[in-house]
């Protein structure tokens, strides 16, 4: 290849990751950003918090359930079509949350806006990875997955932190506008860099069932988990949600196994190292939701800092994952996965450690160090673990497996919030009753009561950082033999110039 060629290629390669990166960052932004609105939309739109929650839960539920379907949608008919589309539907749907409901002060119109813009969102988050895969040379791979999940992780974390500004600074709107001109460019610069892929063949017709059972059976699921503090645990609508999501989920496996074309290839769980990395994913971005919903409260309720003073020593959890996942980029290619994702398990079992060791008087600096080793290890991780998994399965599972693993990052962050928030109810509650302590609102409660619940949910996130480790020690990194031919570095799948 030519310097100037060679020169070329490499521009057009950035300009891919700029892209796919802009995608994953823009929707997994959305998926936190509005949390900190709420309280503004619902005094806006004159609602309950209950009923004004369902503007961040009904983004998940349509993310969760729409993330596979589109995954497998753009193996058959290409990246580009599914990226493309779904930047349009986003950014349509970003301004239509912002514009229709003041204009006609309607507050069903947000969440149906917000559902439309989340199908946008699942269609761009569905692929990202998969597009590092298909385009990107294997030499560079480490390093532009690194910074396409770095950028997904970033904008999760700081998601709340965007909302106030905008919110306190402009108006509630404005979380949903600013997506408009990053969406327009978007589309022009991935309309420009990225190449079109021929339709692949398919043994069956598209698997609709499994498309119905996945969507209906996530949807119950994360309904059950978001709203079963509000409604109770044993309300008869958050148990009739859960035995839907069982029965719906057990329809899908059933359905996935006989299908001749599935959603989703379930046989390739009987892979050991498949298995253990997703599994690791999964447990990973659990405990991460779990602790990044609790220790708000425990800077404001035990440490007694202003909301703005927490936000800011919680940034240290998002510098530390951009560390981390430049590190993971950047090393990945000489130390390889599964040396890279034992060093990051090292770095989370020591920050979950060290955060049972937080107590009331627990100075800031210490509470910053645990947030800078969990941060560091998160971001550390996710490069590794993607790749090995993106890696080690057909080129023509490419959609299919980045979806699953988009829906391995969300889709935990809502049950860890859940299970955590039990737990953490649960320490309060046990330790009130042993003393005879009346439960009130949390900013009443005894310091030693709320101190109790935090020593009990970090507790839970130290078992799993351990369980974490021992996965990243077990699996090894396989390389399919679709990434070894070399065609992936030939010009016909370069990008468009």
């Given amino acids: 290849m030519e310097p100037d060629q060679a020169g070329t290629y490499q521009k057009s390669f950035t300009l891919l990751i700029i892209s796919i990166s802009l995608a994953t960052f823009m929707s997994a932004l959305d998926g936190t950003i509005v949390n900190i609105a709420l309280p503004t939309i619902s005094d806006a739109f004159n609602v309950s918090t209950s009923t004004v929650s369902w503007v961040s839960t009904i983004y998940l539920l349509v993310m969760a359930g729409c993330v596979l379907i589109f995954g497998k949608i753009s193996d058959t008919i290409g990246f580009k079509k599914v990226f493309l589309s779904g930047f349009l539907i986003f950014t349509i749907g970003s301004f239509a949350s912002g514009f229709l409901p003041d ?3 309607s507050f069903p119109v947000l969440i149906g806006s917000r559902a439309f813009q989340a ?3 699942a269609m761009i988050t569905a692929i990202g990875p998969a597009m590092v895969t298909a385009y990107i040379p294997m030499k560079q791979k480490g390093k532009a997955m690194g ?3 770095t950028f997904a992780a970033l904008g999760t974390a700081i998601g709340p932190t965007i909302g106030g500004i905008l919110t306190q600074f402009l108006s509630w709107n404005w979380i949903f506008f600013i997506n408009v001109p990053v969406g327009i460019c978007a589309v022009l610069l991935g309309a420009k860099v990225i190449p079109a892929m021929k339709a692949q063949e398919r043994t069956g017709g598209f ?5 119905v059972l996945i969507f209906t059976g996530l949807a ?9 503090q509000t409604l109770g645990w044993t309300d008869p609508v958050i148990l009739g949600s859960l035995l839907l999501a069982l029965l719906l989920l057990g329809g899908f496996v059933w359905c996935e196994l006989k299908a001749t074309d599935p959603l989703l290839e379930l046989r390739l769980f009987k892979r050991k190292n498949f298995l253990l990395t997703n599994t690791t994913l999964v447990l990973l971005f659990f405990s991460f939701a779990g602790i990044s919903y609790l220790l708000p ?9 202003t909301p703005s003073v927490s936000g800011l ?3 240290a959890l998002s510098v530390a994952m951009m560390v981390g996942g430049i590190l993971a980029g950047i090393l990945y290619n000489r130390a390889g996965g599964r040396l890279l994702s034992i060093v990051a398990g090292i770095s989370i079992v020591a920050g979950y450690f060290l955060m049972t060791r937080i107590r009331p008087d627990t100075t800031t600096g210490f509470v910053v160090l645990c947030l800078l080793l969990i941060g560091f290890g998160l971001g550390l991780m996710l490069t590794p673990a993607s790749n090995m998994i993106m890696n080690s399965v057909s080129k023509k599972y490419q959609g299919m497996v980045s979806s699953l693993t988009s829906l391995e990052r969300f889709a935990p962050m809502t ?3 859940a299970i955590f928030n039990i737990i953490f109810i649960s320490g309060i509650n046990a330790i009130a009753t042993y003393n005879r302590i009346t439960i009130e609102p949390p900013a009443k409660i005894r310091i030693e009561v709320l101190t109790a619940g935090f020593d009990l949910a970090f507790l839970f996130a130290f078992i799993v950082g351990i369980i974490i480790l021992i996965l990243a020690i077990l699996a090894h990194q396989e390389t399919h033999p679709d990434y070894q031919s070399g065609e992936e570095d030939t010009p016909a799948t370069q990008p468009d110039t």
């Fill in 103 to 105: 204009f006609i002060h």
């Fill in 220 to 228: 119950s699921l994360l309904f059950a988990l978001s709203e079963g």
């Fill in 119 to 121: 199908v946008g969102g």
């Fill in 313 to 315: 020593i919680l940034t």
């Fill in 415 to 417: 049950i860890g919030i």
């Fill in 207 to 211: 698997d609709r069932a499994g498309a």
């Fill in 297 to 305: 409260f425990y800077l404001q309720y035990v440490q007694g800092y």
């Fill in 147 to 149: 910074i396409v999940l």
